[in-house]
């Protein structure tokens, strides 16, 4: 299993950006797919999973900013970043649990200058 996130950057208070990461090694439409991210000397915390149909799920900070999709043609999910803001900053990383094993991405960057 391998995921690999992409899009980061450097991007001013109320910019955008859009994280990629793409999916091998498992069946990728068959499983739900996190994002996470994480600051220096903090816990790695949740952000959105998809779940590959319906709406997706976010944590109470990001709604109405962040949306989360998929294209399963592509074995990728994608996160939209809206309204960004400096406490966005972080390592981002996607998320995958195939069977009992937890996979993560190795992230990509996502600085906000305020």
């Known amino acids: 299993v391998q995921l690999v996130e992409s899009g980061g950057g450097l991007v001013q208070t109320g910019g955008s950006l859009t994280l990629s990461c793409a999916a091998s090694?498992?069946?990728?439409?068959?499983?739900?797919m996190n994002w996470y991210r994480q600051t220096p000397g903090k816990e790695r915390e949740w952000v959105a999973l998809d779940r590959g149909s319906g709406p997706g799920d976010y944590r109470q900070s990001v709604k109405g900013r962040f949306t989360v999709s998929r294209d399963d043609d592509k074995n990728t999910v994608y996160l939209q970043m809206n309204s960004l803001k400096p406490e966005d900053t972080a390592m981002y990383y996607c998320?995958?649990?195939?069977?009992?094993?937890?996979?993560w991405g190795r992230g990509t960057q996502v600085t906000v200058s305020s």
């Open positions: 090694g498992f069946i990728f439409r068959n499983n739900v």
């Open positions: 998320k995958v649990q195939d069977d009992s094993t937890i996979y």
